[in-house]
Nanobody, 129 residues
Framework: QVQLVESGGGVVQAGGSLRLSCAASGRTLGYYIVGWFRQAPGKEREFVAAISRNGGSTYYAGSVKGRFTISRDNAKNTVYLQMNSLKPEDTAAYYC??????????????????????WGQGIQVTVSS
């Protein structure tokens, strides 16, 4: 399996921006669909965004669409999550996850926790009001 490490978290004021990185090792990330999830205290982990193997397809949760952008640089074995216009409700631990795929697009449905089989340790993002 691929190993994933998140970085770039921290504390930011509402309206600010952060860019998270998910660096992979052990496997070539270009063979994997990658997603970002988040979990706030006392809440279940929720889907944030996903990107296909070559970056040609992306998908976002409604709560972040238009504010967050997922991208990838397969040459650097890294996926990014650019987060703009941050809100206090974006405060959570953010996790990247990966799923090996032999197709180039995103699945039509099912981008749930169960779909992904490799996970990072998570990184905290705190948005102050």
């Amino acid at each position: 399996q691929v190993q994933l490490v998140e970085s770039g978290g921290g504390v930011v004021q509402a309206g600010g921006s952060l860019r998270l990185s998910c660096a992979a090792s052990g496997r070539t990330l270009g063979y994997y669909i990658v997603g970002w999830f988040r979990q706030a205290p006392g809440k279940e982990r929720e889907f944030v965004a996903a990107i296909s193997r070559n970056g040609g397809s992306t998908y976002y949760a409604g709560s972040v669409k238009g504010r967050f952008t997922i991208s990838r640089d397969n040459a650097k074995n890294t996926v990014y999550l650019q987060m703009n216009s941050l809100k206090p409700e974006d405060t959570a631990a953010y996790y990247c996850a990966a799923k090996w795929a032999d197709y180039w697009s995103l699945p039509d449905s099912g981008l749930t926790e169960a779909y992904f089989d490799s996970w990072g340790q998570g990184i905290q993002v705190t948005v102050s009001s």
